[in-house]
């Protein structure tokens, strides 16, 4: 199993500029999350997904857009990137909501806004 | 309001030692607690996890205790590595908030050799 992939590594973009963050997770898990990390403030909860076809706000999600069309992949999507949405975005996967099983993260994709 | 802290920043100690890292949490609402270990350039990866009607669960070199009259939550490593060396999270479940875990802002734990 590679678990939970994210596409691309890294990535740079100039302001106003749209970009898609890929995620995909082969343990066949119902849920998926995306998270943002930035210095000192851990991990925030940005959209998440209980189902194929279903999405939901997380604590900091102006600014993305996700959708989740099969069950193994989770797209973050940014319209219109700002310099404030420099980070490093993180994908995690779990089998149930959190209190009942654990998330797996990817690797991780490092975004620079210009 | 609910929030999860560690107490402190970075953590260095002595390879071969045992290693305390703390976490406070202030909703006692909270049911599962999970430790985080993220190297670097990595993505934080499960270490241990404990379930509030749980005081203590152990598993290999780790140990999480649960106190949960003071809200207050700990990752012990035993005989530390080099390897050991990351930033460990803890984070929680928020009761009524679906699907959310909870992150504190990390703690750097430093091996020496």
């Known amino acids: 199993n590679a678990g939970v992939t994210q596409t691309p590594k890294f990535r740079v973009l100039k302001t106003g500029q749209s970009m898609t963050l890929l995620c995909a997770q082969d343990m066949n898990h119902e849920y998926m999350y995306w998270y943002r990390q930035d210095p000192g403030m851990g991990l925030r909860l940005i959209h998440y997904s209980v189902g194929e076809g279903t999405t939901a706000k997380g604590e900091v999600p102006d600014g993305y857009n996700v959708s989740r069309l099969k069950k193994q992949n989770f797209l973050l999507g940014l319209e219109s990137a700002a310099p404030s949405q420099t980070s490093v975005y993180f994908c995690a996967s779990s089998y149930s909501l959190a209190g009942g099983e654990t998330q797996y993260f990817g690797p991780g994709t490092r975004l620079l806004v210009l | 309001g609910e929030s999860v802290g560690l107490h402190l920043p970075t953590l260095s100690v002595q390879e071969g030692d045992n290693s305390i890292i703390n976490c406070a949490y202030s909703?006692?609402?909270?049911?599962?607690f999970i430790w985080y270990k993220q190297e670097s350039g990595k993505g934080p990866q499960f270490i241990i996890d404990?379930?509030?009607?749980?005081d203590k669960r152990q598993g290999q070199r780790v140990t999480v205790l649960l106190n949960k009259t003071v809200k207050h939550l700990s990752l012990q490593i035993a005989a530390t590595q080099p390897g050991d060396s990351a930033v460990y999270f803890c984070a929680e479940t928020v009761s009524g908030n679906t699907g959310k875990l909870i992150f504190g802002q990390g703690t750097t734990l430093q091996v020496k050799p």
């Open positions: 404990i379930r509030s009607n749980m």
């Open positions: 909703n006692s609402a909270s049911d599962y």
